[in-house]
Nanobody
Framework: VQVAESGGGSVQAGGSLRLSCTFS????????VGWYRQGPGVKCDVISY???????YYVDSVKGRFTISIGSARNTVYLQMNSVQPDDTGRYYC???????????WGRGTQVTVAS
């Protein structure tokens, strides 16, 4: 299975970004996949995850601003980021929830930089 994150960039506070994470290989269908952020301190924090049936979880700091979803082909997970804040800055990775390694392992991640 290969993972490719995209959609990051530099944005002003209050702006929006849409991150994409595509899984390819072996007919992989997304289920129980999460988005994780690695900030300047190298710590890898969960941001959101979604089950195969669409049940989602969000960390408190992004509730009401971010939305996670699964694409119709069921091999892509999106993270819609609205009203972004400087604290949202970091490199974003996606990974299966059950994986013991979340950041800097499955894909290269995508950088999000929010300017105040």
């Amino acid at each position: 299975v290969q993972v490719a994150e995209s959609g990051g960039g530099s944005v002003q506070a209050g702006g929006s970004l849409r991150l994409s994470c595509t899984f390819s290989g072996f007919g992989f269908h997304v289920s129980d996949v999460g988005w994780y952020r690695q900030g300047p301190g190298v710590k890898c924090d969960v941001i959101s995850y979604i089950s195969g049936t669409g049940v989602s979880y969000y960390v408190d700091s992004v509730k009401g601003r971010f939305t996670i979803s699964i694409g119709s082909a069921r091999n892509t997970v999106y993270l819609q980021m609205n009203s972004v804040q400087p604290d949202d800055t970091g490199r974003y990775y996606c990974a299966p929830v059950v994986s013991s390694r979340k950041c800097d392992y499955w894909g290269r991640g995508t950088q999000v930089t929010v300017a105040s």
